[in-house]
């Protein structure tokens, strides 16, 4: 007998545990390299949004057109993917922390996801409607956006917008520059400058970029907000990636916990809580079983590092060092007839018992409850034998997304503005340097009909129109009050209109964030966060105000482990 197999025996001796026998003789096998395969995140969903899967992925496509199913946040997706949204809006999160925001009626599709000399390749297709993407870019990224007539680069970081139709697009920088090619040749653009170009023309128009509208001042504060969420919570973990990180400071605290060092724990949630309960299984070619979780922080803490069971605080997240994402971080055990999963523990070792399987599996509830998720904590009994297997038998019913039930196409139509005006109508006025409404496109009834007598007044005697290019903006009542502000405005723009809410223009000196509150609250009853499986729209919850906990609730006496303070993290700007 070698060293390593005695190590191996001792060690399955150690962990050992009175009221189950665990067999290591179908110890896991080494998992697969992931290091080399890009995931990227679906990190917010709001009303209609739809997602198409490659066909390789999608065992039920015919070949009869594109299957589209409702898209669910925490969605992983891969190269291939796309995204079209109707009265909704998306945003998907890459590793380095870049973003892509599609507003409505727009259509995004992720052509490329790779890997090559150590840099990540990130190419989409804008198919129709509006986005604005942020690029935070490594030495040798590449990160490129194609619309139907466009090809958008840049050399390092950079913020920008893009509105396309099938005839018609537009590149609005918003910060760095960006490079645009298209068959008039190649033009540089640098931050306030914008560019159109028609199909047919074979020329581009470069001038000012247009007024911000409700789209941009929307990606304007959920990119601050999640800013300051991400600085906050690298005060606690020092991370190689960076998606998901902002949800971590919104959705929970941090505690100082043995030899664990900091470790998270959700907020809201009660000492019986487990991890990977609430979500499902879905099937991912080349990967396997991939989880996806129905919590709004789940990505971070079920796809890196490991979980620990402390007897005061419940279940918590050790964020660990493993620097590349992996489908899931359990060890998977058959009991029985029955198939189940545990959290992967920091001290678990490859072809040893996972430590985390003496406080039981999850598995299928023998008999669910109506509209229960099928999940349920199972303890191991007395006599029974668990098994570590390789991956869950061929007959495992994981899940997968619920279809929208049957196919929907899109077509390629402009995004249209507030309303209803799409890219066609928008033109470039010499004069002022600007795109704005095409004066000679036809009326449409509520411009005429609804007419607010302010914005009369104001267009008699200007030029075309008061308000810039906006394709693809969200939808805002008819009778909205006049043109809006331009950065660094100073006129008094009328009331909002009834159910929007209105958003400042964000200044060149942001003015000091007020600190957060450090008042505990009266302690929420134990729940668990979940969202109802098979649901027809995933809605991103607002996150929960800030709480500060002295120490948790503990059902036995009080944990050693201290809990640190939240400190408030600077509020940012982006311009």
């Known amino acids: 007998m070698n060293l390593r197999h005695l190590g191996f025996l001792i060690l399955l001796g150690a962990a ?6 665990v067999s290591p003789a179908s110890a896991a096998t080494p998992p697969y390299d992931y290091s080399h395969a890009r995931v990227v995140r679906l990190s917010l969903v709001e009303g209609d949004v739809q997602v198409s899967r490659p066909r390789a992925q999608d065992n039920d496509d015919q070949g009869n057109g594109e299957t589209w199913e409702q898209a669910l946040l925490n969605l992983p997706i891969q190269q291939g993917y796309t995204l079209a949204t109707g009265n909704g809006r998306a945003e998907i999160e890459f ?66 917008r893009v509105d396309a139709s099938n005839d018609t697009s537009t590149v609005s920088v918003l910060k760095g520059d960006v490079q645009v090619e ?25 001038g000012r970029s247009a007024r911000v509208d409700d789209w941009d001042r929307w990606v304007a504060d959920r990119d601050e907000v999640v800013h300051t969420a991400s600085t906050a919570a690298l005060q606690y973990v020092s991370s190689p990636y960076s998606y998901g990180l902002s949800d971590l400071y919104d959705y929970g605290n941090w505690y100082s916990y ?42 971070l803490p079920y796809h890196f590092g490991s979980w620990v069971l402390s007897p005061g605080y419940g279940w918590l997240w050790v964020p660990g060092f493993n620097t590349f994402w992996q489908p899931a971080l359990v060890s998977w055990v058959r009991v029985g007839n029955r198939t189940g999963w545990c959290p992967v523990h920091p001290q ?4 040893g018992t996972p430590n985390n399987l003496q406080h039981g599996f999850i598995g299928n509830a023998p008999s669910p409850l109506p509209g229960h998720k099928g999940y349920d904590r199972i303890p191991i009994g007395q006599g029974e034998t668990a098994q570590v297997i390789n991956a ?8 997968r997304v619920t279809t929208s039930g049957g196919v929907r196409s899109v077509g390629p139509a402009g995004g249209p503005d507030s309303k209803g005006r799409s890219a066609r109508e928008i ?42 290019f906006s394709g693809g903006s969200p939808q805002k ?93 600077p509020r940012s700007q982006h311009n």
């Not at 907020?267 to 299984?281: A, F, H, I």
């Not at 809006?484 to 964030?513: F, M, S, Y």
Request: hydrophobic share 30%.
């Open 95 to 160: 590793e380095s922390g870049a973003t892509a925001r599609l507003a409505e009626n727009s259509v995004l599709q992720l052509t490329e996801l790779a890997l090559s000399n150590g840099g990540r390749i990130t190419r989409m297709t804008l198919t129709q409607g509006t986005a604005t993407f942020y690029a935070k870019l490594s030495r040798e990224d590449s990160f490129i956006v194609i619309t139907p007539n466009l090809h958008v680069s840049m050399p390092e970081n950079a913020r920008f």
């Open 182 to 206: 298209s068959n008039a040749g190649t033009n540089r653009l640098s931050k306030g400058h914008a560019l159109a170009y028609h199909t047919g023309d074979d020329q581009v128009q470069v």
């Open 348 to 351: 678990d070792r490859l072809g």
């Open 16 to 21: 050992s545990f009175a009221l189950a026998t």
């Open 427 to 468: 033109v470039f006025d010499p004069r002022e340097s600007r795109f704005v409404n095409n004066p000679n496109a036809p009326a449409h009834k509520e411009d005429v009909v609804r007419e607010h007598p302010a914005d009369k007044e104001k267009e008699i005697g200007a030029t075309p129109a008061q308000r810039g």
């Open 392 to 399: 869950p038998p061929a007959g495992f019913q994981g899940g």
């Open 477 to 569: 009542p008819a009778d909205s009050p006049g043109p809006r502000k331009q950065l660094g405005d100073t006129t008094p723009a009328g009331p909002p209109a009834k159910g929007q809410r209105e958003v400042a223009p964000r200044q060149t000196t942001p003015p000091p964030a007020p600190p957060r509150v450090q008042t505990p609250p009266p302690p929420p009853p134990p729940a668990k966060v979940e969202r109802p499986h098979g649901q027809s729209e995933s809605l991103r919850p607002a996150a929960p105000a800030p709480r500060w906990e002295s120490a948790p609730r503990p059902s036995s006496p009080p944990p050693t482990p201290r809990s640190e303070p939240r400190p408030s993290a």
């Open 258 to 299: 043995g030899g664990y060092g900091r470790c998270w724990r959700p907020r809201g949630v009660g000492l019986g809580w487990s991890p990977y309960l609430s979500g499902q299984w879905l099937f991912y070619p080349g990967l396997g079983w991939t989880w996806m979780s129905f919590e709004p922080w789940g990505w």
